[in-house]
């Protein structure tokens, strides 16, 4: 394993599959997972925040309580007022951790063209890499979970019997 998240979606507001622990993420870092991945020998890296651009201040308090452990930050894309000069602000005051667009996604009212604004925006902003959350669905948006994203639509659109594949438009 070379990478983990301690935590994805850091303030569950939605139903995805999430726990909690915002408030002691620091602590369990430092006292548990760190010296954990430490002691058994792993060269794991450990990544911060792994949510939205709208509240940098969390990654920020992570980092300046487990920088020994944790040198890296993924961000996600659905919020709202998402601007990637988050991410250039975030480089300016830490130059030395990477910074990863972990998530985004295609909604069924955007074109595939959108993939080129939440590849292109963080990696002009210190991005290191972006990954799409949903590289491909059915004709039905799923699969997913139950309570999961309904409206989330892949780069690539499979029919749901699997008898062919588009690029959604």
């Given at each position: ?72 930050v ?43 604004y ?43 019997d ?8």
């Amino acid at each position: 394993m070379s990478v983990l998240t301690t935590q994805r979606v850091s303030f569950p507001d939605q139903l995805d599959p999430s726990v909690p622990w915002t408030n002691r993420l620091p602590d369990l870092i430092e006292n548990f997972v760190g010296p954990a991945l430490r002691i058994a020998g792993l060269d794991t890296e450990i990544w911060a925040y792994d949510h939205n651009l709208d509240v940098p201040s969390y990654p920020q308090e992570v980092i300046d309580h487990d920088s020994e452990y944790v040198d890296t930050v993924a961000w996600h894309c659905y919020a709202s007022n998402n601007t990637w000069s988050v991410m250039t602000d975030f480089h300016n005051k830490n130059p030395n951790v990477d910074q990863y667009m972990t998530e985004c996604w295609l909604s069924p009212f955007t074109s595939w063209y959108q993939s080129i604004y939440f590849t292109m925006g963080p990696l002009q902003n210190w991005g290191r890499g972006v990954i799409a959350w949903v590289l491909g669905t059915n004709t039905d948006l799923g699969p997913h979970l139950p309570g999961g994203c309904n409206s989330c639509r892949g780069v690539v659109e499979i029919a749901t019997d699997g008898s062919s594949y588009t690029l959604t438009k």
